[in-house]
């Protein structure tokens, strides 16, 4: 059975500091991962990763892959209060497969 | 905005009775993926729908099912709702059935009294 565990389950930082989220999973056929932020109801996308050790960036966020210990990291430089939200992976196998969300880790942003 | 809208936004039900929930796909995107969140917990796959076919089903008993229309709109219906059915149901569409991301609707939170 697949299976995808997120740590920490909820963090708080105050602004300005540096977060380092972690997704480690167990999928047969590993395709693709995928990290999402949730702030009120709709996950929006962030990155999808499918090479090992490959740094994916969008501004203050960053996130790499290791296919061979079977984890990812989603880091967030910087932190704002904007950033403050729940941050789901979901890997992917290969076939038409859904997602497979961890519970994610809630993050919160203090000023 | 991902351009993936769900209605209604909020519904409250009573024990036993039905609900229909509605999706309205991204445009050109031909795959809809329903999920129930709970609170405190990730989306769990309820079923994907492609081109009007159901391509897949999680671990969802029957009284859950779905639509999906000629346009690729998709309904989702619980009968005989029970209290551990509240929760967020999103959908997801997807440009084809296997392509990896996926773009949500805002979701519906469905309260069961």
């Known amino acids: 059975e697949d299976k995808v565990v997120q740590s920490p389950l909820s963090l708080v930082v105050h602004e300005g500091d540096t977060v380092t989220l972690n997704c480690s999973y167990e999928?047969?056929?590993?395709?693709?991962l995928l990290w999402y932020k949730q702030e009120k109801k709709a996950p929006t996308f962030l990155f999808m990763l499918?090479?090992?050790?490959i740094e994916k960036k969008s501004g203050r966020l960053s996130s790499i892959l290791d296919k061979k210990e079977l984890f990812s990291i989603l880091n967030i430089t910087a932190t704002q209060t904007g950033d403050s939200a729940i941050y789901l992976c979901a890997p992917r196998n290969s076939g038409n497969t859904p997602l497979v969300f961890g519970k994610g880790t809630r993050l919160s942003v203090i000023a | 905005e991902t351009g993936v809208t769900q209605s209604p936004t909020h519904l409250i039900k009573t024990r036993g009775q039905q609900v229909t929930l509605r999706c309205s796909s991204q445009?050109?995107?031909?795959?809809v993926s329903w999920y129930q969140q709970a609170l405190g917990q990730g989306p769990q796959f309820i079923f994907q729908y492609y081109r009007e076919e159901e391509n897949g089903r999680g671990n969802f008993p029957p009284r859950f099912s779905g639509l999906q229309f000629p346009n690729y709109s998709s309904e989702l219906n619980v009968n005989a709702l029970e209290l551990d059915d509240s929760a967020l149901y999103l959908c997801?569409?997807?440009?084809?059935?296997?392509?990896?991301?996926?773009?949500f609707g805002p979701g519906t939170r469905l309260t069961v009294l």
């Open positions: 445009s050109g995107h031909n795959t």
């Open positions: 499918t090479s090992s050790g």
């Open positions: 999928v047969t056929n590993f395709r693709s």
């Open positions: 997801a569409s997807s440009l084809r059935a296997g392509t990896d991301t996926q773009y």
